[in-house]
Every structure is written in C-alpha cells, then in structure tokens.
C-alpha cells in the first residue's frame, strides 16, 4: 500500500510502498477513506510525543470501510463505514470499565502508539468497543474531520466545562479544535469570544458562532478585554491552540469558580499558572483527551438536527502528497479550519 513515513524526528517524510497491515485477533484493517491533517501529527512529527516509534506513519482522524476482521471482532463486518475516536479503549482497565475510554491504561492511538492513516490502510486494534458506525448520510471528510479537533472540542465544551445557555465562553487559538469550540458552545447557548491573530480567522470564528472576536496582535491585554466584555470574565475559558501565553491568558479571562480547559498541546516550555488567582477565585483547571465511543450518538444528533455543522470547518480536499507539505508547514499555521486528505494512490 501507499502510506506517507518518516525515519526521523522532523525529518522529510516521504510516500513510499510499503507491506500491508495485518489484523490482530481483536483488531481490524480498515480502508482509509479521508483523514485530517491535525496539529497533533506535527506535534508527533518534531518529536514532542514520546509513544512514536521510528519510522512511523502519522494520521488519527479518520473515516472508512472494514475491509478485514480479525477472528475475536463480533461487532463489526467488512464493508461497515465507521470512525473511531483517536484514543481506543483497551475495555478491561479501570479507566475504560468506567467510561473513561480516553485515559485508558492501555490505549491504542493510531499515529502515536502505532502507525496511522496517511495510508491506503490501517490497523486498529480493540475493535469491539472502539469503532463506530456511521450514519448513512454523513461523508468520510465530515466523519474524518471529527476524529480528534472537533470530537476534543466537543467534550471539553459539553461534559468538561457543561457550559449552559446564557454562560460565556472563550476561546483562544482559533485554529480546527478552537473554531470546532467556538461552533460547539454557540449551539449550546453561550455567548462566545475567540481570540487570535488572523483577520481572516476571526471572520470564520465569527461565522460559525463567536459573538465578539479579539485580534491578540492589536490587544495590550487581552484577560483584560475579557473580562471587560464578559462583565467580569467568562465561566469557561478553552486554550485551543497550546503555549505558555494563550494557556496563561486563558487562566486570568475566568470569572470567580471559572473553569480552564487545556485542548491545546504545550510543546517546550512549561506554562506560569497564576496559581494565587487559582486559589482565591476557587478556579478549575481541566484536561481534556479526547472523546469515548459511546458518546459519538450525542454528536451525530446534534449535526442531524443542524445544530452542529462540522462540513462547514473543511477548508480543503487533498491528495496525500499535498497533505504531507501541508504538515511539514503546519509550524506557519497558515491553514484554517480542517484540511482532508481523501486521495490515497
């Protein structure tokens, strides 16, 4: 099969033939339809994430076709249409017995722990309790396009902060998961700010739900802008993008018992938390690590009655070739919404 590798941390990678994937006995292969091109592979790729494994195939958001089943899968058969979430549950730890697939002891994660889906196919394992169906009208992009950015986003707004109407919400980075945030916590009834530094950007962030957008290039203090806006500072803060700054910033934006929700991964440079603000105001400061499964139906609902409509972030459909340079140049963040690689011979 086709697949896009690389033999070094930060270096070329390149599209080459290479063995087909076999499925394990609790496994599938799956014939990769579309698959974003997320900040997460970057991230993998200059070597920030310790669980790779050289050379590696990057690629965790993705969507298509069960082509084989390994002898323990019941779930499944060739020819489902499915996603997955980029964190598979083992299903027997702790963690995943209590819901928790996403901090499971022993997860799997396509383009971390093993190779990914910047391939013709991919292996993934735990099959039983990690895939799932798509509804029929949903395309392999928009599916694709939900894997990590959005499906993140979507538990950071809904079960980590359960932001309710009426509350306020920003959002700092308005990148795939920021804007995915932004669309997200518009639905829900919140009145929302993003933050970056594009112009055109914060035209998208406006059009898929912010209410009120902050340029940070032409903003002395931005917490400041905040809070003013806000009448005191927003209840949930997200930090989508993942620095020192946005993450410090997102801190001082909160209103007193304020949650901030780190999606962002922080490469380098651990953050200054104002820790003495924490204590004071009785903050929140929550990860966030993905999405479950078995919480994708309430997902699916939300975009069939036109709440949610993740097809509008797409902002492009490429070849695999053309996704490789997209993210070799993803340090430019250059790119808005999502890019979809749906072309893979």
């Known amino acids: 099969m086709q697949a896009a590798t690389y033999q070094t941390f930060s270096g070329p990678i390149t599209i080459k033939d290479v063995s087909d994937p076999v499925a394990s006995p609790n496994g599938v292969i799956i014939e990769v339809k579309a698959t974003g091109i997320c900040r997460s592979d970057w991230y993998g790729w200059k070597g920030y994430d310790s669980d790779i494994t050289l050379p590696h195939v990057p690629g965790h958001e993705l969507a298509g076709i069960v082509s084989v089943i390994g002898e323990n899968v019941k779930n499944w058969k060739q020819g489902d249409r499915v996603t997955l979430p980029f964190v598979c549950g ?10 928790n697939q996403q901090v499971c002891d022993n997860q799997f994660q396509p383009g971390f722990t093993h190779w990914g889906s910047f391939a013709e196919y991919v292996a993934i394992e735990y099959a ?12 392999y992009e928009t599916a694709a396009s939900l894997g990590c950015r959005f499906a993140t986003s979507f538990r950071a707004i809904v079960h980590q902060g359960k932001v309710a109407k009426g509350q306020w919400v920003a959002v700092y980075g308005c990148g795939g998961a920021g804007l995915s945030a932004i669309m997200i916590a518009s639905a829900m009834g919140a009145y929302v700010v993003g933050v970056d530094i594009s112009e055109e950007t914060l035209t998208l962030a406006k059009k898929v739900g912010s209410d009120v957008i902050i340029n940070a290039t032409n903003t002395d203090d931005i917490p400041e802008a905040i809070r003013e806006v806000s009448n005191g500072g927003v209840h949930v803060s997200i930090d989508a993008l993942g620095s020192v700054e946005t993450c410090r910033n997102s801190v001082l934006s909160l209103r007193k018992r304020g949650k901030h929700i780190q999606v962002g991964l922080l490469a380098g440079k651990a953050p200054e938390i104002p820790m003495d603000d924490v204590v004071a105001n009785e903050l929140e400061l929550i990860g966030c690590h993905g999405i479950q499964a078995h919480a994708y139906p309430q997902i699916f609902e939300m975009i069939e009655n036109g709440r949610l409509r993740p097809e509008d972030l797409i902002s492009g459909r490429v070849s695999l070739r053309e996704g490789v340079k997209i993210l070799e140049n993803m340090d430019s963040y250059n790119t808005m919404g999502f890019v ?3 072309e893979f011979g």
Do not use: T
């Open 340 to 342: 979809v690689i749906n």
């Open 90 to 99: 083992c299903g027997m730890c702790d963690q995943c017995i209590s819901g």
């Open 128 to 139: 039983n309790v990690n895939l799932v169906r798509l509804p029929d009208d949903m395309d």
